[in-house]
T-cell receptor
């Protein structure tokens, strides 16, 4: 079974600085999808970014980018120019396209604090 | 607007009572999911349904029940057998192979 590990339970960053959240996963498949979700204090789960494993190019969404290292099974999230509104729980998730509509596999999350 | 609705946002019940949480989606997604989240913790899967009239247990199904009679709806019943039901409950839906879309959640308090 696939597993997702987020080794940093908590992180903090100064406003306007850059922070990287780590995520590793374990799978024997070659084709899959990876996601980062943000959960702010409102507790609404928001998709931040999606990466398809067959794409070598790292996904980017405005200030959010990923460093996808397929061989190392690593999928880190970089937040540039951090803002107070980035303070949230961040969850890394994995999905296999070959397992039907089975649920995403989530990591345990990293709580990010942004210091003004 | 397409999306997932969960109602109510806050729900209060007395211990020993069953309570049903609503989840409706108009995204035409086949699959729907229920998660439980305790303070400061991650998501734990309760039940999921890949298609109408079918559902599977997740990691913490004991004390919960679901039905999937319509594609749009996946209600969750928290029964009196659930030992510690106070939590935040999130509903989600998806279409393979993409991300899950989440509702705004229901905060259940049982006293």
């Amino acid at each position: 079974a696939q597993t997702v590990t987020q080794s940093q339970p908590e992180m903090s960053v100064q406003e306007a600085e850059t922070v990287t959240l780590s995520c590793t996963y374990d799978t024997s498949e070659s084709d899959y999808y990876l996601f980062w979700y943000k959960q702010p204090p409102s507790r609404q789960m928001i998709l931040v970014i999606r990466q398809e494993a067959y794409k070598q190019q790292n996904a980017t969404e405005n200030r959010f980018s990923v460093n996808f290292q397929k061989a190392a099974k690593s999928f880190s999230l970089k937040i540039s120019d951090s803002q107070l509104g980035d303070a949230a729980m961040y969850f890394c998730a994995y999905r296999s396209p070959n397992s039907g509509n089975t649920p995403l596999v989530f990591g345990k999350g990293t709580r990010l604090s942004v210091i003004a | 607007d397409g999306g997932i609705t969960q109602s109510p946002k806050y729900l209060f019940r007395k211990e020993g009572q069953n309570v049903t949480l609503s989840c409706e989606q108009n995204l035409n997604h086949d699959a729907m999911y229920w998660y439980r989240q305790d303070p400061g913790q991650g998501l734990r899967l309760i039940y999921y349904s890949q298609i109408v009239n079918d559902f599977q247990k997740g990691d913490i199904a004991e004390g919960y029940s679901v039905s999937r009679e319509k594609k749009e709806s996946f209600p969750l019943t928290v029964t009196s057998a659930q030992k510690n039901p106070t939590a935040f409950y999130l509903c989600a839906s998806s279409i393979v192979p993409y991300e899950q879309y989440f509702g705004p959640g229901t905060r259940l308090t049982v006293t």
